[in-house]
């Protein structure tokens, strides 16, 4: 089983500055690496998929990179509807996983 | 634009059966993984398993032994079941088209609770 641990737990940041999540894979998932935005009482939505394609209607502020076992998610300017929990997902394996989240707070 | 609804029972005594359904609209069942994904309160996201539109499925292993995915096409439907249910089994638990999750249904929260 492919464990996904992310980084930090916790982000503090400012309206308007840059925000870097990372996420790193027990073993190479290859380029099969998802994340996902979560605000409460909803179901996450799909930002980012195979690495670094932004999903539909995804605004380009959100970008992935990475490869192998080391990912990132970067937003590049935050404004306030992007301050939620963040999620990478694996699925390059079975039995699929995600990382514990990130939560990305108002500084 | 595909759509998932699912409904089912959101309190179950332990020992109890979960029984969910999600009923897929405005798709096709081939191409995907059809997935059911549980989120205890307050915790993050649990996958739980798959079916794809061959009947192939994957389960996590940590619950394989309770748990059965299955899929009917001509209602354009999918299930979860999971048997023997305690405490640590109440979440919201979601359907989902997977492999990467770009529909999700709508949650549903189970409780187990005596």
């Known amino acids: 089983e492919i464990v996904m641990t992310q980084s930090p737990a916790t982000l503090s940041v400012s309206p308007g500055e840059r925000a870097t999540l990372s996420c790193r894979a027990s073993q190479s998932v290859g380029s099969n690496l998802a994340w996902y935005q979560q605000k409460p009482g909803q179901a996450p939505r799909l930002l980012i998929y195979?690495?670094?394609t932004r999903a539909t209607g995804i605004p380009a502020r959100f970008s992935g990179s990475g490869s192998g076992t080391e990912f990132t998610l970067t937003i590049s300017s935050l404004q306030s509807e992007d301050f939620a929990v963040y999620y990478c997902?694996?699925?390059?394996?079975?039995?699929?996983?995600f990382g514990q989240g990130t939560k990305v707070e108002i500084k | 634009q595909v759509q998932l609804h699912q409904w089912g029972a959101g309190l179950l005594k332990p020992s109890e059966t979960l029984s969910l359904t999600c009923g897929v609209s405005?798709?096709?069942?081939?191409?995907?993984?059809w997935s059911w994904i549980r989120q205890p309160p307050g915790k993050g996201l649990e996958w739980i398993g798959e079916?794809?539109?061959?009947?192939?499925?994957n389960y996590n292993p940590s619950l394989k032994t309770r748990v059965t995915i299955s899929l009917d096409t001509s209602k354009n439907q999918f299930s979860l079941k999971l048997t023997s249910v305690t405490a640590a089994d109440t979440a919201v638990y979601y359907c989902?088209?997977?492999?990467?999750?770009?529909?999700w249904g709508q949650g549903t929260l189970v409780t187990v609770s005596s």
């Open positions: 989902a088209r997977g492999p990467y999750i770009s529909v």
């Open positions: 997902q694996q699925y390059n394996i079975w039995p699929r996983s």
């Open positions: 195979i690495t670094s």
């Open positions: 405005g798709g096709s069942f081939s191409g995907y993984y």
């Open positions: 079916m794809n539109y061959s009947g192939i499925t």
